[in-house]
Protein backbone atom coordinates (compact mmCIF):
# COMPACT_ATOMS: atom_id res chain seq x y z
CA UNK A 1 0.00 0.00 0.00
CA UNK A 2 1.41 3.28 -1.02
CA UNK A 3 0.53 7.11 -0.29
CA UNK A 4 -0.65 9.22 -2.78
CA UNK A 5 -0.85 12.95 -2.30
CA UNK A 6 -2.83 15.50 -4.76
CA UNK A 7 -2.73 18.94 -4.10
CA UNK A 8 -6.14 20.65 -6.02
CA UNK A 9 -6.19 24.71 -5.73
CA UNK A 10 -9.49 25.40 -6.16
CA UNK A 11 -13.16 24.56 -5.09
CA UNK A 12 -14.00 24.25 -8.88
CA UNK A 13 -10.96 21.50 -9.44
CA UNK A 14 -11.77 19.97 -6.05
CA UNK A 15 -15.12 19.19 -6.64
CA UNK A 16 -15.04 17.11 -9.90
CA UNK A 17 -12.93 14.88 -8.43
CA UNK A 18 -14.60 14.71 -4.78
CA UNK A 19 -17.32 13.91 -6.68
CA UNK A 20 -16.24 10.31 -7.90
CA UNK A 21 -14.14 9.45 -5.27
CA UNK A 22 -17.03 9.77 -2.65
CA UNK A 23 -16.99 10.44 0.92
CA UNK A 24 -13.25 10.52 3.00
CA UNK A 25 -12.78 8.20 5.67
CA UNK A 26 -10.97 11.79 7.66
CA UNK A 27 -11.01 15.20 7.15
CA UNK A 28 -8.63 17.45 8.92
CA UNK A 29 -7.13 21.48 8.33
CA UNK A 30 -3.44 22.55 8.73
CA UNK A 31 -2.37 25.39 8.22
CA UNK A 32 -5.88 26.51 6.93
CA UNK A 33 -5.74 23.68 4.19
CA UNK A 34 -7.93 20.77 4.01
CA UNK A 35 -6.90 17.78 3.92
CA UNK A 36 -9.52 14.53 3.16
CA UNK A 37 -8.27 10.99 3.22
CA UNK A 38 -9.32 8.02 1.01
CA UNK A 39 -8.34 4.23 0.58
CA UNK A 40 -8.96 3.54 -2.95
CA UNK A 41 -7.75 0.36 -4.74
CA UNK A 42 -5.56 -0.32 -1.76
CA UNK A 43 -4.04 2.62 -1.50
CA UNK A 44 -4.09 6.03 0.99
CA UNK A 45 -4.79 9.37 -1.02
CA UNK A 46 -5.05 12.17 0.53
CA UNK A 47 -6.46 15.42 -1.35
CA UNK A 48 -5.06 19.10 -0.01
CA UNK A 49 -7.51 21.61 -1.23
CA UNK A 50 -4.89 24.73 -0.82
CA UNK A 51 -6.21 27.70 -2.49
CA UNK A 52 -4.23 29.58 -5.09
CA UNK A 53 -0.87 30.84 -4.81
CA UNK A 54 2.96 29.26 -4.48
CA UNK A 55 2.84 29.32 -0.65
CA UNK A 56 -0.13 27.37 -0.24
CA UNK A 57 0.63 25.19 -2.84
CA UNK A 58 4.08 24.59 -1.10
CA UNK A 59 2.90 24.28 2.53
CA UNK A 60 0.13 21.76 1.15
CA UNK A 61 3.04 19.83 -0.74
CA UNK A 62 5.07 19.93 2.85
CA UNK A 63 2.58 19.01 4.76
CA UNK A 64 1.66 16.11 2.52
CA UNK A 65 5.37 14.73 2.52
CA UNK A 66 6.44 15.27 5.97
CA UNK A 67 2.94 14.57 8.19
CA UNK A 68 0.99 12.15 6.16
CA UNK A 69 4.60 10.25 4.31
CA UNK A 70 3.25 10.87 0.69
CA UNK A 71 5.40 8.63 -1.50
CA UNK A 72 4.18 10.40 -4.81
CA UNK A 73 2.53 14.44 -5.41
CA UNK A 74 -0.06 14.55 -7.87
CA UNK A 75 -2.02 17.75 -9.53
CA UNK A 76 -4.02 19.09 -11.71
CA UNK A 77 -5.73 22.23 -12.48
CA UNK A 78 -6.23 25.29 -14.85
CA UNK A 79 -3.90 27.23 -16.59
CA UNK A 80 -3.40 29.61 -19.19
CA UNK A 81 -1.85 29.43 -22.58
CA UNK A 82 1.42 30.81 -23.63
CA UNK A 83 1.46 30.94 -27.26
CA UNK A 84 -1.37 29.75 -29.87
CA UNK A 85 -0.44 26.02 -30.23
CA UNK A 86 -2.70 24.83 -27.99
CA UNK A 87 -6.41 25.57 -27.83
CA UNK A 88 -9.08 25.72 -25.35
CA UNK A 89 -9.58 22.46 -23.37
CA UNK A 90 -6.47 21.13 -24.49
CA UNK A 91 -5.09 18.89 -21.83
CA UNK A 92 -0.95 19.25 -21.02
CA UNK A 93 1.22 17.63 -18.75
CA UNK A 94 3.69 19.17 -16.87
CA UNK A 95 7.28 18.39 -18.72
CA UNK A 96 9.09 20.73 -15.85
CA UNK A 97 8.75 24.02 -14.33
CA UNK A 98 10.09 27.74 -14.30
CA UNK A 99 9.41 30.09 -11.12
CA UNK A 100 9.38 32.46 -13.63
CA UNK A 101 9.40 35.90 -10.73
CA UNK A 102 12.48 34.49 -9.03
CA UNK A 103 14.73 36.73 -9.71
CA UNK A 104 18.36 36.73 -9.07
CA UNK A 105 20.14 37.69 -12.48
CA UNK A 106 22.13 40.60 -10.38
CA UNK A 107 23.93 38.35 -9.22
CA UNK A 108 24.71 36.32 -12.37
CA UNK A 109 21.92 33.87 -12.43
CA UNK A 110 19.51 33.15 -14.75
CA UNK A 111 16.05 34.42 -14.63
CA UNK A 112 14.19 31.98 -12.73
CA UNK A 113 17.49 30.46 -11.26
CA UNK A 114 17.67 29.55 -7.48
CA UNK A 115 20.58 29.91 -5.98
CA UNK A 116 21.52 26.72 -5.02
CA UNK A 117 21.04 25.34 -8.82
CA UNK A 118 22.58 24.81 -11.50
CA UNK A 119 19.27 25.99 -14.17
CA UNK A 120 16.27 27.10 -13.63
CA UNK A 121 14.23 24.06 -13.79
CA UNK A 122 12.41 21.67 -11.84
CA UNK A 123 11.57 18.43 -13.13
CA UNK A 124 8.34 16.25 -13.09
CA UNK A 125 8.61 12.69 -12.94
CA UNK A 126 8.88 10.98 -16.21
CA UNK A 127 7.59 7.73 -15.51
CA UNK A 128 4.70 8.65 -13.30
CA UNK A 129 3.32 11.15 -15.74
CA UNK A 130 3.53 8.03 -18.14
CA UNK A 131 1.46 5.71 -16.35
CA UNK A 132 -1.03 8.11 -15.19
CA UNK A 133 -1.46 9.79 -18.91
CA UNK A 134 -1.78 5.77 -20.22
CA UNK A 135 -2.54 4.78 -23.87
CA UNK A 136 -3.59 8.57 -23.85
CA UNK A 137 -2.52 11.32 -26.09
CA UNK A 138 -1.16 13.52 -23.87
CA UNK A 139 1.90 16.11 -24.37
CA UNK A 140 4.12 17.35 -22.16
CA UNK A 141 5.42 20.59 -21.72
CA UNK A 142 6.92 23.50 -19.53
CA UNK A 143 5.03 25.52 -17.32
CA UNK A 144 6.11 28.96 -16.11
CA UNK A 145 4.71 29.75 -12.23
CA UNK A 146 4.38 32.19 -10.43
CA UNK A 147 2.03 34.53 -7.62
CA UNK A 148 0.41 36.05 -10.40
CA UNK A 149 -2.64 36.13 -12.71
CA UNK A 150 -1.56 36.53 -16.32
CA UNK A 151 -4.29 38.67 -17.96
CA UNK A 152 -2.45 40.07 -20.78
CA UNK A 153 -1.62 38.90 -24.40
CA UNK A 154 1.47 40.79 -24.32
CA UNK A 155 2.82 39.48 -20.84
CA UNK A 156 2.11 35.60 -22.17
CA UNK A 157 3.91 35.93 -25.15
CA UNK A 158 6.81 37.14 -23.58
CA UNK A 159 6.96 34.92 -20.64
CA UNK A 160 6.24 32.01 -23.23
CA UNK A 161 9.29 33.08 -25.15
CA UNK A 162 11.76 34.04 -22.40
CA UNK A 163 11.43 31.17 -20.88
CA UNK A 164 10.18 28.57 -23.96
CA UNK A 165 7.36 27.66 -22.03
CA UNK A 166 3.73 26.80 -23.32
CA UNK A 167 1.67 27.56 -19.78
CA UNK A 168 1.47 29.37 -16.72
CA UNK A 169 -0.48 28.42 -13.30
CA UNK A 170 0.00 30.05 -9.87
CA UNK A 171 1.10 26.98 -7.63
CA UNK A 172 3.20 24.09 -9.80
CA UNK A 173 6.60 26.18 -8.79
CA UNK A 174 5.35 25.61 -5.24
CA UNK A 175 4.88 21.63 -5.52
CA UNK A 176 7.88 21.20 -7.87
CA UNK A 177 10.40 22.66 -5.62
CA UNK A 178 9.06 20.70 -2.49
CA UNK A 179 9.11 17.54 -4.31
CA UNK A 180 12.63 18.32 -6.08
CA UNK A 181 14.03 18.84 -2.89
CA UNK A 182 12.48 15.89 -0.93
CA UNK A 183 13.42 13.64 -3.75
CA UNK A 184 9.62 12.79 -3.95
CA UNK A 185 8.23 11.98 -7.34
CA UNK A 186 5.41 14.16 -8.76
CA UNK A 187 3.55 14.73 -11.76
CA UNK A 188 0.73 17.17 -12.83
CA UNK A 189 -1.75 17.51 -15.44
CA UNK A 190 -3.31 20.98 -16.89
CA UNK A 191 -6.53 21.92 -18.49
CA UNK A 192 -5.96 25.31 -21.06
CA UNK A 193 -8.86 27.26 -19.91
CA UNK A 194 -7.41 30.46 -21.06
CA UNK A 195 -5.74 31.33 -24.61
CA UNK A 196 -2.92 33.56 -25.45
CA UNK A 197 -5.68 35.87 -26.95
CA UNK A 198 -8.60 37.58 -25.08
CA UNK A 199 -9.79 38.45 -21.69
CA UNK A 200 -8.35 35.72 -19.05
CA UNK A 201 -10.70 35.85 -16.43
CA UNK A 202 -13.58 35.95 -18.46
CA UNK A 203 -12.50 32.97 -20.44
CA UNK A 204 -11.33 31.01 -17.29
CA UNK A 205 -14.47 31.60 -15.50
CA UNK A 206 -16.80 30.25 -18.28
CA UNK A 207 -14.17 27.47 -19.43
CA UNK A 208 -13.33 26.30 -15.91
CA UNK A 209 -16.80 25.10 -15.08
CA UNK A 210 -17.19 23.14 -18.65
CA UNK A 211 -13.62 21.24 -18.07
CA UNK A 212 -12.82 20.55 -14.56
CA UNK A 213 -14.52 16.90 -14.87
CA UNK A 214 -11.84 16.05 -17.46
CA UNK A 215 -8.80 16.09 -15.77
CA UNK A 216 -10.83 14.75 -12.51
CA UNK A 217 -11.56 11.25 -14.78
CA UNK A 218 -7.94 10.74 -15.57
CA UNK A 219 -6.79 10.86 -11.97
CA UNK A 220 -9.36 9.13 -10.52
CA UNK A 221 -8.79 6.26 -13.63
CA UNK A 222 -4.73 6.25 -12.33
CA UNK A 223 -6.32 6.03 -8.86
CA UNK A 224 -8.31 2.92 -9.85
CA UNK A 225 -5.54 1.10 -11.59
CA UNK A 226 -2.14 1.84 -9.64
Known amino acids: MSKIGIIIAMNKEFDSLSALVGEPLLKEQFAGIDFSSYSINNHTVILARCGIGEIYASTAATLLIYLYGAEE ?4 GFVGALSDKYKIFDILAVKDV ?6 L ?3 GNKPGQYDDRDDELWQADEALTSRIIGSRTITAERIASADKFVRLTEAKLTIGKMFS ?3 CDMESAGIAIIANRSKIPFASLKLIVDGVDGDSHAAFEVNAKKGASALAEILFDYLSLV
Do not use: G
Request: aromatic content about 18%; charged content about 20%.
Open 105 to 107: TAF
Open 73 to 76: LLNY
Open 165 to 167: AEM
Open 98 to 103: VHYDMD
